[in-house]
């Protein structure tokens, strides 16, 4: 099992809502990016003590 010392029995790892966006620039560039946003469950708060986590991302990609 995952986990710190606490040893949590909880099951419920939390909810999580990711939303994304792209643009296509040209044939060759497109650009991507998005959000997840992460509610913590029960195992996740008494594992690590975790609230909110938020993840932010970019991305460049090129094509041949």
């Known amino acids: 099992a995952i986990g710190?010392?606490?040893r949590s029995?909880?099951?419920n790892l939390g909810t999580?809502?990711?939303l994304t966006t792209s643009?296509?620039?040209n044939k060759h560039v497109g650009l991507s990016g998005?959000?997840?946003l992460v509610w913590p469950g029960t195992y996740i708060k008494e594992?690590?003590?975790?609230?909110?986590?938020n993840f932010y991302y970019a991305q460049i990609d090129f094509k041949l």
């Open 4 to 6: 710190g010392v606490t």
């Open 9 to 11: 029995t909880s099951q």
């Open 16 to 18: 999580e809502l990711d």
């Open 23 to 25: 643009w296509q620039i």
């Open 34 to 36: 998005g959000v997840a």
């Open 47 to 53: 594992q690590y003590g975790f609230e909110n986590l």
